[in-house]
């Protein structure tokens, strides 16, 4: 979820300023990243959950858990990613992206 959010916000956001640079202002920028940042943290939710769901269940594999601190662990990672891009509305005009 949080490499699509991404996704999404970098294309919004991108194709807002390809299409009218005066539409894809900071606040635009800003809000769809609080849009992508709400969707990766469900997913990081949702990933950690299934990683600490009955950890001492001998019939649920180890791998489960694994992958639920991976997928938790690069929700974080897209975070970033989409706080920089949030940040760069604010930082740099819209007609200079």
């Known amino acids: 979820m ?3 959010a991404w996704f999404g916000h970098h294309q919004l956001a991108s194709n807002a300023v390809y299409y ?3 539409s894809g202002g900071p ?3 800003a809000g769809l990243g609080l849009l992508a940042a709400l969707v990766t943290v469900a ?3 949702i990933s950690w959950r299934s990683r ?3 950890p001492s269940n001998p ?3 180890e791998t489960r858990s694994v992958a639920g601190a991976i997928g938790a662990m690069t929700a974080a ?3 970033v990613a989409i706080g920089f891009q ?8 819209a007609c200079f992206r």
Not at 86 to 93: D, Q, R, Y
């Open 43 to 45: 997913g990081a939710l």
């Open 27 to 29: 606040w635009l920028t």
């Open 20 to 22: 009218d640079c005066r």
């Open 52 to 54: 600490s769901i009955a």
């Open 77 to 79: 990672i897209f975070l």
């Open 59 to 61: 019939d649920r594999p």
């Open 86 to 93: 949030s940040l760069s509305g604010f930082l740099i005009p």
């Open 2 to 4: 949080g490499a699509l």
